[in-house]
Every structure is written in structure tokens, then in C-alpha cells.
């Protein structure tokens, strides 16, 4: 395992007149005979590659180690298998260790276009972005090359997302094309990500708690003679739980720990009118029903406008929240953060 990360020294902000040191992230697990391919597609832009080999059965490591020439590429190797998260968070890392501005998280299945990784750095190097990731729900015209289950599961996935991780304007969730600034790979709790497949969701769940600006880039994904180790049906209740658990502590973290807003308010009162209203009629109904008299009208009411005032309070919080996504990338504040520190004696 690759030590963790370790905070760097002062840098200059990432602009034109300093161009950025990017890094590519490779995990690498039964894609030997694509990794040659993907690694010659990655333009100059790139000055260093990390090839991850999370114990695959191919050695992909050696393999790169030992055929590869590009002077930019250095292998990771995992002793136990660590999931596709943990491959990428090894990755992440070894380039913030090694002084790297930006990594970009590229598949080792030819399925994502490396020639298309400008379009994800530019908006961090520009400031508008501290994180970027593919979606390949943007052009209508190319969801048709999408495998069905893939897109009905990753459409249902995508609304799951959007509740748990705050990011209401974005969309395909589990989109592994991704760049982000490495002064924010700094300040995530790494080693609590998940490293199987929620790792992309739970990613963007510790991204909102950190309040970082995440961008979608429209892309097109290329479906070839590879088949994806992902299975829709057998993740899906397993990602609804998780989003379930990451949904509860975004909402006590933003709204309750870091912060109390009137949307707090109308969250708890919400919750407590529509309680209140759906057991009281609840009660009364099954009193009524055996007791064989109707319920009086003014029952009903006292059951009814509890909860009518209480999902009102509820579609105003969820209005709030919607507008709530952050706008402002952290990564340069944490520049002038690092600067600020007084020098160690």
C-alpha cells in the first residue's frame, strides 16, 4: 500500500503563466490487452501516468513495467485486490505526493477517450471547477449506443445520487472519467471512501461536505467486445442503501453540525406535522372503522392539515436544498490557505 498523503509545500495557483502538472490515474484489473492502447492516447499535456495493478490475475503490472515505454508512467501494485476506489485512491496519493496540480482518473478498458481529457481540466485550471466528470447522458443522440439495462439502471442511480450527494445539477453518477484539483484530494478522509463500486457516489458525497464545485463534461463512452464487471441488478439495492446512509449524514452535516438555516426548521417541523397528522388519522380511522360510525369531519381535518402543512414545509426545504449546490471552487481558497501558514521554525 502506497503511504498516505502528505500535505505539500507552498505552490503557485494554477493560471496560464504556470502551466499545471497533470497526472493520469489507471486502474488496472483484466485489461491487460487494452492498457498499451489507452496509455499511448494520452497527449503531452500529461507529464506523469500511475498505472494501478490491483492484484490483477493479468499482472498488468508487470506487463507495463516490462513493454512500455513511455518515461511517464509508473506502476502501483496492490498485494490484495482493493476494488476500483481503492485502486484509484492509491493513485491519488502517489501524484499528490508527487507534487501533481491536477489527476485525472482514466479506465484501463479503451471505453473513455483520453483525447478528450482537456475538456476535463480546463475548467479547473480556469478556476470554474474544483472536480469534473463525464456524462454520457448530455448528447440524445448517443444514450441509443447505450446498452439498455446500463441506461435505465444508471438513469435510476443518477436521481438516487442527486438526493444523497446534494449535487442536484448533475448527472450519471457512476461516470469513472474524472479530473479534480489535488489541493482538494488533500483535505478528503481517503481512507473512508468506498473502494468497490460506490465509490464514484460516495466520491461526490464527500465532495459536498467539503463544498467543492463539481462540473459534468458531455462525453460519449465507447461499448466494444469488453464487457463491464458492473451488474446493474445485483448493485442496485446495495447503492440505495448507501445513498439512503450518505443522504442522512449530508442532511445532519450541512444542516445540523456545520450549520442551522430555516431550512433546518422546515425539515424537522415537516417531518414531526406529517408524523403527527399520518398517525393520528391512521388511529382514528381504524377506531372509526370499529366502532362501524364515520370519522366527523372535524377529525379528518385535524388529521389533514398537519400533514398538508407538513409536506409543504418539506417541498420548501427540498427547494432550498436544490438551490443550495455549491457555486464557489474551494481549491483556490485553499491555496490562500497554504500560503497564510506561518513558517515552521
Not at 261 to 279: D, E, P, R, T
Not at 286 to 302: C, F, R
Amino acid at each position: 500500500m502506497p503511504p498516505h498523503a502528505i500535505n505539500k509545500s507552498v505552490e503557485p495557483p494554477v493560471d496560464a503563466q504556470t502551466p499545471p502538472r497533470v497526472a493520469v490515474v489507471i486502474p488496472a484489473f483484466r485489461v491487460k490487452k487494452h492498457l498499451i492502447d489507452v496509455i499511448s492516447r494520452i497527449g503531452p499535456e500529461v507529464s506523469d501516468i500511475f498505472v494501478v495493478d490491483d492484484a490483477c490475475p493479468e499482472q498488468s503490472g508487470q506487463f507495463i513495467s516490462s513493454v512500455c515505454t513511455d518515461t511517464r508512467v509508473r506502476v502501483i501494485t496492490h498485494a490484495v485486490n482493493q476494488g476500483v476506489g481503492g485502486a484509484v485512491m492509491s493513485g491519488y496519493r502517489m501524484a499528490s505526493q508527487a507534487g501533481c496540480d491536477i489527476v485525472v482518473k482514466v479506465d484501463g478498458d479503451g471505453q473513455m477517450a483520453p483525447e478528450l481529457l482537456p475538456l476535463f481540466i480546463d475548467p479547473i485550471i480556469q478556476g470554474q471547477a474544483d472536480y469534473t466528470k463525464g456524462n454520457r447522458f448530455f448528447d440524445l443522440a448517443h444514450i441509443r449506443r447505450m446498452p439498455t439495462i446500463r441506461l435505465f439502471g444508471n438513469a435510476a442511480l443518477s436521481f438516487l445520487s442527486k438526493f444523497s450527494t446534494g449535487y442536484w445539477d448533475i448527472f450519471d453518477p457512476t461516470n469513472g472519467y474524472t479530473a479534480i484539483h489535488a489541493r482538494v484530494i488533500d483535505h478528503l478522509p481517503l481512507d473512508k471512501i468506498s473502494k468497490r463500486y460506490f465509490f464514484e457516489s460516495d466520491m461526490l458525497f464527500r465532495l459536498n461536505t467539503l463544498r467543492c464545485v463539481v462540473l459534468d463534461i458531455p462525453m460519449d463512452a465507447l461499448y466494444g467486445e469488453e464487457v463491464s464487471s458492473l451488474k446493474i441488478k445485483s448493485i442496485l439495492g446495495d447503492f440505495a442503501w448507501k445513498h439512503i446512509r450518505n443522504f442522512g449524514k449530508r442532511i445532519f452535516y450541512n444542516y445540523f453540525l456545520r450549520d442551522l438555516s430555516a431550512a433546518s426548521f422546515q425539515l424537522i417541523i415537516g417531518i414531526v406535522m406529517i408524523a403527527f397528522g399520518g398517525i393520528f388519522g391512521v388511529s382514528r380511522w381504524i377506531e372509526s372503522s370499529q366502532a362501524g360510525v364515520l370519522t366527523p369531519t372535524g377529525t379528518v381535518m385535524l388529521a389533514a392539515l398537519p400533514l398538508l402543512l407538513g409536506l409543504q414545509l418539506l417541498l420548501a426545504f427540498i427547494t432550498y436544498d436544490t438551490q443550495s449546490i455549491p457555486r464557489t471552487p474551494i481549491h483556490q481558497r485553499l491555496a490562500r490557505r497554504i500560503s497564510l501558514r506561518p513558517p515552521e521554525n
